[in-house]
RNA sequence: GGCGCUAUCGUCUAGGGGUUAGGACGUGAGAUUCUCAAUCUUAAAACACGGGUUCGAUUCCCGUUAGCGCUACCA
C-alpha cells in the first residue's frame, strides 16, 4: 500500500459522568505525548451521551484536571451531545444500507429473554427477531406510536480482524457479537455508534484508549466497515488496578487526579510517574554508568514516546513511587517556580508569610533538600515564613521535656543577644562552648534549639537556620523556651 | 458461562535461545551524629506451573492455573 504521510490526529474522549480519574488521565497523557511526539492534532471530546449519569460539573472538572496536567488540546472540547444530527444521519445511512435495523423489543422483554438464557445456562445474546421487519412495516409501526431502538445487524458468520498498535493482529468470530443497539428509543446515540461517527467525522488517525475497550473494538470495525471507511489505528493500553489488583476505584482512595493536587503533588512529578506506568523508554532510558534513568522532562517524554513502549499487562498504581517522584521534583525546582505553588497552599489554608520574597526564596532553597510535597510548607515549615507557627508536640516532649534544658536555652538566647558577628561558625562556637561550660552535651542543647526555633524535630541544620532566621528571633524563640509547658 | 487480554523481585519495569537476569520504588543492615522524612554504603528479593521445539529455554509454541477486561436502550 501506498500510504502517504499523514499528520495524526488522536482524541481524549472522557465521559462526563465523575471527575478526571487516573485511569483517564494516563490515556490522556499518552494520547497527548503521542500527537505531541508526531507533531500532530489533539483533539478533546466529552462524550456526554448519557444524559442521566453527565454533568457541567464533572466537565469543569476534567479541563481542570487536564489543565493542571498540562495537557492543552488544539481542538475542542466537542460536545456529543450537541453532534446528535450527526449520529442521526449515520444511522440514516446505515438503514438504508441494511446494516442496520429496527427492534421493537422492550428493556422488559430483553430482560427476562436474559434471564431465562443465564438460567438455561445459555449465551444472553439478543436473537435478532426483530431483524426481518421490513422498513416499511418499522416505519408504520413507529408512527403509531411504538417506540423503537436501531440495531446493527452483524453479520452471522465470518471472523472480523484489526491489527492493534499494542496487541498485534486481532480476531473476533462475527457469531459472538449480538446485534448490538446504535441509538436507543429516544433517539440518543449509543457508545458504538457515537464513537465510530465522531471519529470519522473528525478524522482521528489513532485511537488510543483503555484496554476494556478492546472488546468492543471489533463491533466498531464493522461500522466501519458498513460506513465504507478505513479504519484508524487502535492503541489499547493496559489498565492501572489498584495495590489489590483489581481495577482502580474509589475503595482505592484518591481515584480523582485533582485529589493528587490537594495531596501537595506537583504536576510534573504526577506526569512523570504516569507516562512510566505501563510504558517504558526502553533502551532510551539505559545510561552507559550508572542506574537507568527515571526523571524525565516534557520535552523527553515527548521525544521518546512511542507506541512501541507500551506494556501489554496491567500495573499497580504504586504510590510509594509517586511520593518519591513528587520528592525529586519538589527538591529539584527552582525555588522562584516553586513559589507560586507553595502559595496556592498557603492560600488554601489561609496562611500569609510575613517575610518578603526574598527571604522566602531562600527559606524554600534552605527547606528543599527536606521537603517531600508542597503540603510540608504549607504546615511544618511554616516557623521558617513567618512568627505565626505551631509546636510539634511530640518534638517538643522529645527534646524539651527538661526544664533545665529549656532554662539553658533561654540563657542562650540572651547570650546570642550579645553576639556581634552572628554567624554559622559564630553561632555554633558559642552554642559549643556554652554546652561545654554548662556541662551538657552540645547535641541536647543543639536538638533542644532546633524544637525552639523551629516548632520540629526535623530541620536544615540548626545554624543555617540560626543564620536564616536572624539574631532577633533565634533569641526571642530561645528566650521563649523557657516559659514553655510541658506536659 | 462465552469471548478476549496478560503473566520477570512486594510494586513499576529492562532484557531476551547460552546473562552473575539489569535498574527504580519500597524493605532490612550499617555509616554519619546536630535532628531526619537528609546523605552515603550495603543486603535480601523475580523469570507462575506442566509439556513440547532445541545441543541449550526465563525468552519460541501448546496447555494448565491465576488475574483482569468485555459480554446494557453505560461509556
Redesign the pocket.
Known sequence: MNTVPQATRVRF???P?GFLHVGGARTALFSWLFARHTGGTFILRI????FE?SSDDMVAGILEGMRWLGMDWDEGPFY?SQRLEIYARTVARLIDSGHAYHCF???EE?ESR?ASAAEA?T????DGRCRSIPQAEAAQRMAQGE?A?VRFRVPREGVTTFQDAV??P????NA?L?D??LL???G?????L??VADDLDMRMTHIIRG??????TPKQVLLYHALGASLPVFAHL??I?G?D???LSKRHGATSVMAYKDMGIVPEAFRNFLA?????P??D??QPN?????IFSTEELIRMFSLD?I????????N??L??YN?EYV?AYDPSLLLPLVEEEWRAVDYQPSRDREEILAAIALLQ??A?SLK?FAS?FLAYFGDRFAM?AAAVKKFLSDAEVRQMLAELGRQYAKLENFT?AST?ELLRAFAAEKGI???AL??GA?VALTG?????????VMLYLGQQRVVSRLEAAASLTVE
Open positions: 474522549a472522557p465521559s459522568t462524550e456526554d451521551t448519557d449519569r456529543q423489543c422492550t428493556r430483553l436474559r445456562g449465551v444472553p445474546r439478543y417506540r431502538v496487541f498485534g486481532m480476531e473476533f468470530a459472538e449480538e448490538f443497539v436507543r428509543s429516544d440518543i446515540p449509543t457508545y458504538h457515537s464513537v484496554a476494556d475497550h478492546l472488546s468492543n493496559p489498565l488496578l495495590p489488583k483489581t481495577r512510566l506506568l505501563g510504558w517504558s526502553g533502551a532510558a539505559k550508572g542506574p537507568d534513568r527515571e513502549g506494556a501489554h499487562s496491567n500495573a499497580v498504581f504504586n510509594d513511587k511520593a518519591w520528592t527538591r533538600p527536606r517531600r510540608d511544618a510539634d554559622e555554633e552535651k552540645a547535641g543543639i536538638n532546633r520540629q524535630a526535623v530541620a536544615p541544620g540548626l545554624f543555617a
